[in-house]
Nanobody
Framework: VQLQASGGGLVQAGGSLRLSCAAP???????????MGWYRQAPGKQRELVAD???????NYLDSVKGRFTISRDNARKTVSLQMNSLKADDTAVYYC?????????WGQGTQLTVSS
């Protein structure tokens, strides 16, 4: 699955931003067979799962983003988005779109989010 991420940038603490990821070259049935997610990696830290969403709509969130971030997917358009509200300086990281099916994982290019306090 080839993934194209967009939407990073610089935002003030308390602000909002939306990340998007598309898989335009992937056929719909293949996209639908993947759990789609967003990971992030801050300087000096390991990459961590922020949120993911299955075809069924079942979601999973990192505890520190619950209630602030919302992940969604549009299977017809083959996109996954991450709406981020009430951003904090600790959210600063490079964010990566991910498609997972079993042990297979595909990654988009990272997009930088910087939250200024």
């Amino acid at each position: 699955v080839q993934l194209q991420a967009s939407g990073g940038g610089l935002v003030q603490a308390g602000g909002s931003l939306r990340l998007s990821c598309a898989a335009p070259r992937t056929i719909t049935s293949v996209f639908n067979s993947h759990v789609m997610g967003w990971y992030r990696q801050a300087p000096g830290k390991q990459r961590e799962l922020v949120a993911d969403i299955a075809l069924s709509g079942i979601t999973n969130y990192l505890d520190s983003v619950k209630g602030r971030f919302t992940i969604s997917r549009d299977n017809a358009r083959k996109t996954v988005s991450l709406q981020m509200n009430s951003l904090k300086a600790d959210d600063t990281a490079v964010y990566y779109c991910n498609a997972k099916r079993g042990l297979d994982m595909s990654w988009g290019q990272g997009t930088q989010l910087t939250v200024s306090s």
